[in-house]
Nanobody, 123 residues
Framework: QVQLVESGGGSVQAGGSLSVSCTAS????????MGWFRQAPGKEREFVGV????????VYADSVKGRFTISRDNAKNTVYLQMNSLKPEDTAVYYC????????????????WGQGTQVTVSS
């Protein structure tokens, strides 16, 4: 069992930056690939990106490629999402999730989820 807790959301103006983090309980964090998803009001939850269990590889959705960066610190059981050049359309609740499948982009491929943290980008 893995419990995930996101933190660091908030409000920022367009063009600004924000970082959110996700800390996991348990001793198996380093065995999971960690993904980030987001859900805007009235929309389905969508894939943002994923980082491999060792942290060497990442995959991003086209909508955030070049602006968002995922990293992790396995010693701290934490994965990070650095968001730069934010746009109003990035406004959403951001969720971290854990999967045993590499390059998983579907919700059903993830085993554990955090509760989400709100990110609001104003124009």
């Amino acid at each position: 069992q893995v419990q995930l807790v996101e933190s660091g959301g908030g409000s920022v103006q367009a063009g600004g930056s924000l970082s959110v983090s996700c800390t996991a309980s348990g001793r198996t964090f380093s065995t999971y690939h960690m993904g980030w998803f987001r859900q805007a009001p009235g929309k389905e939850r969508e894939f943002v990106g994923v980082i491999s269990d060792g942290g060497s590889n990442t995959v991003y959705a086209d909508s955030v490629k070049g602006r968002f960066t995922i990293s992790r610190d396995n010693a701290k059981n934490t994965v990070y999402l650095q968001m730069n050049s934010l746009k109003p359309e990035d406004t959403a609740v951001y969720y971290c999730a854990a999967s045993w499948q590499w390059k998983a982009t579907l919700i059903r491929q993830y085993n554990y989820w955090g509760q989400g943290t709100q990110v609001t980008v104003s124009s």
